[in-house]
């Protein structure tokens, strides 16, 4: 040890008194790092000096655990205050960084709280009715030609005997579908979803009545209207005992007012009638409601808890078996209320998913945002750590443990994070009303709610954790001597971590991309499918009561029109997947049974739909002499494999029925699934719908007021009705829509954070890499060549982490794809395309940050050397 080793520390004590003015705390590690530098020089021996340098860092330990006692917080309060200022003024320090940092964590936390207000919304379906936890779903599983089929619709027996089928079934209820049906009162007449229910239905679902009581429903000449609709007609007088004519055909009085039911239920309707009234006026529910085969309706079932349902199941499962014949082996099931909207899917009699595969993707897109954003953080965080290398070595040198470092630098993570959290809140309520808009649905944050803070402060401690863990553990694992020293790299190895959490970050971004690609795709693909009726030009129209009475006179009035090519008359819409129904033929001398789609139409059905005849005729006036005459779908001739269909006969609930024609395949129900059996009948003397084809013309609106006149001067209704058939089809693409529409939301948003956490990388390595560049370009280099320097480093990050995400995007987006039936491939061009957006994207990005420096004057940046 030289002579210098021994001399007192006086520059330990100098230092020690700055450190204590905590406004200059990093500076004084610049000069504790400058005045080494300056005893170093002139001594002009490394070892001494080093000597040197560890008195002077142990007398500033000692001297400095003396000064604590005196001057550093004592109080856990007091350290966390430090902590706190600590990390406001690295913020304020450095600007730019911190905003990247803050917007970057805000804008991943309003997506994740975006996605989370929708799938919120999707779980809480029917969660408002008082039972739903104990109310179940009567369900038939058919075992058709080997698959076996899952349907809703049930037959009024088994709601008859259900109950005395087993003991621990409280009640039963039976409801119909939801039709539109016009109300009138006084001069106003509009159309509402009315549906038809037991008397058990108000005391089972616990429907919340603002007027009348559960038993409002026993006069079967009563209807219960929701506030609104109550107050259109009513406006604010009394509506108890009113009047209202439904489908213009009968009066109902007005028993009681029920609350309007939220969006987030599966049952949607504006009135409630009783099904006693409804089978007064239905010929099709008085003919064949007690048939063991009419499948029309919803069954529902109270089980009270406590009572295991698989044992329910097991007891009721063959009620209808006797009713059918052998080897059909039809079983009943339940599915319980809170399913119904998520697990809607059945494959082979057993649930396989639905909507609430979407909730778990965008669940995990969410979850995929959010961590974008913290590794933009750990990145941004890490790349610094220069800055406070120095820091930490000074805070080790005068006595702190890693743990205590740890702890500051989670601390100041926590903090960022609930400046973000704040943003983020911000950011979701200016977009609250677009995001509306866009997933159809009323959103909104409930700050009341104590849950809604629990959540909040669950987000930012577990943003705050996964993006700060890193950066405190690895801040924390700095030498004292070695940071003090200017090395703060110690070989290559640092910066794994970061090429690893950039990789991960690009991953995830092109997994978004590529899955944003092939939902695109696999929506047009569907909506490109054939559809085997022409959409175009085509009214659908709810009959009622005054329609089917003067239907020949209208019909001949409108064809007298120019504007009208063709009118016909059906049982349920064109794109409905009409009624089940079991069809027996003779197949080689051993009659076979399948269930098929039973459509019902009158004449010109296939001249207004749209809909090629493949084989023989339509159903004309001129020609049909009865009502036994059946039209078969392709799908249906092709399972019954008859080569000569015409004139074939067929067994409809015991009845034999000829094949007059056979039609192009007509898509029905989901557009996602494959066509099915269909047979389309003659009707009897129920109609619901009346369709309309009007000729090609430039003048729709013309059209549609020639029509209107034709049916004011034959109806009552005060309002002209109608749907185009192109517009109703369009809704079943609602969801999969929905998704798409999310997918491209969040894929943007994905592709935005990791832009911006390139951005803040390419700026502080163009930062850190100045010198370094003025060196190249004194040199020789060009502004081309060190922007292809810098950009190397980004780019073969980009294509590895390529080469990660593309096969890992196909397995998961093939498994997506396999929930539809009509399906797409994959295209192969879009990794491809993914990766070139990508490179673009991050060479753009890289581009823009490294010119300043590769174009800046190398004199400058060299002079101070």
């Not at 919340?208 to 006069?219: A, E, R």
């Not at 209807?223 to 259109?232: K, P």
């Not at 703060?488 to 950039?502: A, D, F, S, Y």
């Not at 749209?610 to 039209?631: A, H």
Request: with cysteine; charged share 20%.
């Amino acid at each position: 040890m030289n002579k210098e080793s021994s001399q007192p520390p006086k520059l330990g004590i100098w230092l020690l008194r700055k450190v204590y003015d905590e406004d200059r705390f990093d500076e004084v590690a610049g000069d504790l790092q400058e005045m080494y530098i300056d005893r170093l020089r002139p001594s002009g021996k490394r070892i001494a000096s080093l000597y040197y340098f560890k008195d002077v860092i142990l007398s500033f330990r000692n001297i400095g655990l003396k000064r604590k006692k005196q001057t550093m917080p004592t109080s856990r309060r007091g350290l966390f205050n430090n902590y706190l200022k600590i990390g406001l003024r690295s913020l304020v320090r450095n600007k730019s960084y911190s905003f990247i940092n803050i917007f970057g964590l805000a804008v991943g936390i309003a997506s994740g709280i975006l996605i989370l207000l929708w799938v919120q919304f999707e779980y809480s379906y029917d969660r408002f009715f008082p039972r739903h936890d104990y109310i179940y779903q009567l369900k038939l599983n058919v075992n058709n030609n080997g698959i076996v089929a899952t349907e809703d619709n049930m037959c009024l027996p088994v709601y008859m005997t259900l109950r005395n089928a087993d003991s621990r079934i409280k009640t039963t209820c039976i409801t119909t579908p939801t039709y539109g049906r016009s109300l009138k009162y006084k001069n106003k007449d509009v159309e509402k979803e009315v549906m038809a229910v037991s008397t058990e239905f108000l005391e089972m679902f616990g429907i919340h009545l603002v007027v009348g009581t559960t038993h409002s429903l026993d006069d079967p000449h009563s209807i219960l209207l929701s506030e609104s609709t109550a107050r259109e007609f009513f406006g604010d007088s009394d509506p108890i005992n009113q009047l209202i004519k439904i489908n213009h055909d009968w009066d109902l009085k007005v028993t009681g007012i029920f609350k309007d039911l939220p969006e987030n239920s599966t049952f949607w309707f504006h009135a409630l009638i009783p099904i006693s009234a409804d089978a007064k006026t239905d010929q099709w529910l008085a003919l064949y409601g007690n048939h063991w085969d009419s499948y029309a309706w919803g069954i529902y079932a109270e089980i009270p808890p406590g009572n295991p349902i698989d044992q329910v199941i097991a007891n009721i499962k063959d009620m209808i078996k006797p009713h059918f014949d052998d080897g059909y082996n039809p079983e009943l099931t339940l599915q319980a209320m809170d399913r119904w909207h998520l697990h809607g899917t059945f494959v082979n009699g057993e649930e396989a998913g639905g909507k609430i595969e979407y909730v778990r993707l965008f669940t995990w897109i969410g979850v995929l945002t959010l961590l974008i954003a913290c590794i933009n953080y750990m990145n941004l965080s890490t790349a610094r750590s220069e800055k406070r290398a120095k820091e930490v070595g000074i805070r080790k040198s005068i006595g702190s443990h890693r743990s205590e470092l740890v702890v500051q630098f989670l601390l100041e993570s926590f903090f960022v994070t609930g400046i973000a959290f704040a943003i983020a809140i911000l950011l979701v309520k200016l977009s609250l009303p677009a995001y509306d808009s866009l997933v159809g649905n009323r959103l909104d944050l409930d700050f009341g709610s104590p849950g809604f803070w629990l959540l909040g402060a669950a987000l930012i401690v577990i943003t705050g954790l996964v993006a700060g863990c890193y950066p405190a553990f690895y801040f924390s694992s700095f030498l004292p001597v070695k940071v003090l020293k200017g090395k703060v790299q110690i070989g290559k190895n640092t910066m794994l971590p970061r090429k690893v959490l950039v990789t991960t970050q690009y991953v995830f971004a092109i997994f978004l991309v590529i899955g944003m690609i092939v939902i695109y795709q696999q929506i047009q693909h569907v909506k490109s499918r054939a559809l085997g009726y022409q959409q175009e030009n085509l009214l659908m129209i709810a009959c009622n009561e005054e329609i089917e009475k003067n239907y020949r006179a209208m019909k001949n009035e409108l064809l007298k029109t120019a504007v009208v090519a063709g009118v016909t008359l059906t049982g349920q819409p064109i794109d409905h997947d009409g009624w089940n129904e079991f069809v027996e033929w003779n197949r080689n001398g051993t009659y076979e049974k399948a269930i098929f789609i039973r459509c019902m139409a009158e004449y010109d059905y296939t001249k207004t739909l749209g809909i090629k005849i493949l084989e023989g005729r339509d159903f004309s006036e001129e020609i049909t002499s009865d009502s036994t005459e059946v039209l078969m779908n392709q799908t249906a001739i092709r399972l019954m494999g008859f080569k000569d269909p015409i004139g074939q006969t067929v067994k409809i609930r015991g009845r034999e029925r000829t094949i007059v024609g056979v039609i192009e395949d007509v898509l029905m129900g989901s557009p996602f699934d494959p066509i099915k059996p269909a047979f389309v009948a003659m009707l009897g003397d129920a109609h619901l719908h009346i369709n309309i084809r009007l000729s090609k013309t430039s003048d729709l609106p013309g059209s549609l007021t020639k029509v209107e006149a034709v049916f004011k001067k034959f109806t009552s209704a005060n309002e002209f009705g109608y749907q185009f058939a192109d517009e109703r089809f369009a809704d079943k693409f609602r969801t999969i829509e929905l998704i798409g529409k999310l997918a491209n939301l969040f894929a943007f948003l994905a592709i935005f954070l990791t832009g911006l956490g390139v951005f803040g990388l390419a700026a502080y390595t163009a930062e850190q890499r100045t010198k370094e560049m003025a060196i190249r370009k004194v040199l020789g280099a060009t502004a081309r060549n060190l922007i292809v320097l810098v950009s190397n480093y980004f780019t073969r990050i980009a294509l590895f982490a390529v080469v990660i995400a593309a096969p890992l995007s196909w397995w998961a987006l093939d498994k997506y794809l396999e929930n539809y039936s009509y399906r797409i491939s994959i295209p192969w061009w879009t990794i491809p395309l993914t990766s070139v957006v990508i490179l673009l994207i991050t060479l753009l990005i890289v581009t823009t940050q490294v010119m300043k420096a590769a174009l800046a004057n190398p004199v400058n940046s060299l002079k101070g050397e």
